[in-house]
């Protein structure tokens, strides 16, 4: 991995136009490459409409795209024309009825260089998405790219200390959230900030954990509810990037998009791991019971 890494951030809004969000995008990784060269995109989850999720449809399965598509085509003739390195999060359709959450990485010269599918599948209330995604099947394994090796993650995934411990064992140098999370209107303002710092927090604490840079990049504004059954989501934003020992080098606002590059010292990890041996110190012979729902 490059001794910096420049970090690309996409923290947009919506719309229920895949064609002019997918434009759009681009608009923004273009002036992100023309002004700042990073060398690494990462975009928020599901990043080419809506979230859908709000509420259960077949009809939404009409969004999913396969791996390869006329979707992966234009993200990938996006990396090469800008020489750079993308992680995109799309709906995947694998078979008809089968669909998964999945992140496609692609290279500076357009190829894949690896996909994720989504682990941890929530069912929330506005959060559905165990309707539409089948639990992947990938497992937990880094993503070789020219400018390291990537531990992507998605979303509901940032909760578990597994998946990233399971990253970092695998050799992944950075962790890479793509994420649509948000609040619902009904909650007062203290639980609203509770959950926002929470979801910071515990993301900060897998970067002290596992001795990486960590990189979460969510949604912004609101997106109505469908069906009319909730107020909709307001996504909080906070696209934020975390050094090594969980020390917060970017925080992203709240409530307005936001398109930017953060500098990362890739040697910390090194020298933090050094530092703060975690790895070495494991009781691996006695973590038998992780393998477990619960120890009665």
Known sequence: MNKTLKVGLIQLSKTDNIEANRSRLAEEIRRLVREDHPDLIVNQELHD?????????????????????????FYADLARELDVVIVTSLFERRAAGLYHNTA???????????????????????????????????????????????????????????AARLMALRGAELLVYPTAIGWESSDSDDEKARQREAW????????????????????VGHEPDPSGATNGITFWGSSFVAGPQGELIYLAPDDKEVSTTVSLDMQRSEWVRRWWPFLRDRRIDYYSGLTKRFID
């Open 200 to 219: 910071i927090t515990v993301q900060r604490g897998h970067a002290v954990a596992n001795g990486l840079p960590v990189v979460t990049v969510n949604r």
């Open 49 to 73: 409409s809506l979230y859908f999720c709000q509420t259960e449809s077949t009809d939404c399965c009409d969004l999913a795209v396969g791996i390869p598509s006329t979707a992966t085509d």
């Open 104 to 162: 496609v990485v692609f290279e500076r010269d357009g190829s894949i260089a690896g996909k994720y599918r989504k682990m941890h599948i929530p069912d929330d209330p506005a959060y559905y998405e165990k309707f539409y995604f089948t639990p992947g099947d990938l497992g937990f394994e880094p993503i070789q790219t020219s400018v390291g090796r990537i531990g992507v993650l998605v979303c509901w995934d940032q909760w578990y200390p597994e």
